[in-house]
């Protein structure tokens, strides 16, 4: 079993930046993706971003140019660098884990974009 921790979320005005962290443990062996997802009132969850074990990243099409997903492998860790906020942003964001057996949510953090 995965246990994920997700920090980072706040309020922010339009134009700055957060830094999401998703830190994982318990059972991280065979990991084969990580990433996030959003859901804003009223939306749908969608992806924002994701990696793969082999380190290839996909965003959505909305956030691409602006936002960064990275990951520690040594910490278990994934980030997510988002710039340039805009309004259309705020949501709560979720990361995930992907293994074998399943895919496991974070909790959320809340990102507030005031204009």
């Known amino acids: 079993q995965v246990q994920l921790v997700e920090s980072g979320g706040g309020l922010v005005q339009t134009g700055e930046s957060l830094r999401l962290s998703c830190a994982a443990s318990g059972s991280v062996s065979s990991i084969f993706g990580m990433g996030w997802q959003r859901q804003g009132p009223g939306n749908q969850r969608l992806l924002v971003a994701r990696i793969s074990s082999g380190g290839n990243t996909n965003y959505g099409d909305s956030v691409k140019g602006r936002f960064v997903l990275s990951r520690d492998t040594a910490k278990n860790t994934v980030y997510l660098q988002t710039n340039h906020l805009t309004p259309p942003d705020a949501a709560v964001y979720y990361c995930?884990?992907?293994?074998?057996?399943?895919?496991?949510w974070g909790q959320g953090t809340q990102v507030t974009v005031s204009s």
């Open positions: 995930f884990f992907a293994r074998p057996g399943g895919i496991t």
